[in-house]
C-alpha cells in the first residue's frame, strides 16, 4: 500500500518535466460528441477509406479498356490478387466467385486502413482499435457460418466439423475442443491478430518517435546525439510496419477465405 | 490448367468454356487451413480445459485442477494439431 502511494507520488512528480512513454491512451482520439456516442478519429478515417476506396476503384474502372491504362492496370492487378491468389486457390473454382467481392472488399479496406498507419499526416491505423477488427470478424463469422449450414444443414455441418475414424475414447476430448476452436476461438484470434499487430506497431513506432523527440528537444548534448538512432529506427520499423500492414490485410483475408472453404466443403 | 485447346471441340456442350471459364476450371480449393491457424487450436485446449477445471474447482471447492486441465488441454490441443495437419 505504501509503496504503491510511493509510486504514485513518482509518477506524478515525474508527470511534469520527464519522458511520457507511449500509452494506450494514446489511441483515444475524441472528435465531437461525447460518451459512447463520442465519434472519434479512426472512425472518421474509416468514413475516408471506403470514400478513398470507392472513388478510386469506380474512376479507375470506368473507362476498362481491354489495353488497360496505369490506374485500371493496378486495380487489375489487386483484384487478380484477391481472385486468383486468394478466392480461386482456396475456395475453388466452383464455388469462389461468389465469395470474391466480400474478400476482395475486405482485403482494400483492412489494407487502406493498415496503410494508413505510415501514411501522413494521418499515420493511425484504424485496425489499432478493436472494435474494428470484431466488426470485421463478426461479418466473416456469420457468413461462413450460414454458408455452411445452407449448404449442409445444420446437422450435417456441426457433424463436419469432427474429424472421422480416431478411437472412440478421445471424442469425448476432442468434441468440445473442436466446437470451441470453431466457434469461439477462431473468431478470437483472428480479430486478435489484425488488432495485435497493429497496434502494437502503431505503439513501437510511437515510442521511437516521441522517445527521439524528447531527447532533440530536451536532452542534453549526449542525448541530442542519441535521437538520431531513435529517429533512424523509426525510419526502419515505418519499413517494416508496411510489410506487417500489408501481410495482416492478407492474412485476414486468406483465413476469411479458408474458413468458408472449409465449411461448404463436402468431405472433411 | 490443361482445359481444351483452343482448337478442340467440345463434345456436347452448345458453347464451349470461355477463355476465363477454362483458365478458372481445375482449381480444387484448400481444406485445410494454413499451418498458422493452428494456433486456433493451440490455444483452444489449454483455454476450455484450464478453463472448465477452473470452474470444477469453484464449484467442488478444491484448488489443483487448474493446472492439469491445462496440461490436459495442451496435450489434447497437440493431438488435434497432429489430427489435422499431420495426418496424411
Redesign the interface.
Known sequence: MSLSLVGLALASEGESEGFHAPSPEEFYWPIFGSGDWTFTRPMLMMALSVLILGVLLVTLTKKAAIVPGKGQWMVEQAYDFVRNGIA??????????KYTPLLFSLFTLILLNNLFGIIPPIQYPTMSRIGFPIALTLIVYAVYHIAGMRRKGVGHYLSGMI?KG?PKP?YA??I???Y??YF???P??LALRLFGNMFAGHMLLLLFIMGGEYMLLHGGPGLKVVSVGSFLMALIFTAFEALIQFLQAYIFT??AA??I??AI?E?? | MSGPLPGEKEGGDERGPTPLERKDAGHPGQTTPPMWDALSYVLAGPLLFGGVAYLLDRWVGTSWLVLPGVLIGMAVSLYTVWVRYGRQ
Open positions: 480461386r486457390d482456396i475456395i475453388g473454382s466452383k464455388d469462389f466467385l474429424p480416431l478421445i476430448l476432442i468440445p475442443l473442436e470451441a476452436t469461439i476461438i477462431r478470437l484470434t486468406l483465413l479458408t474458413y472453404s472449409d466443403s468431405e472433411h
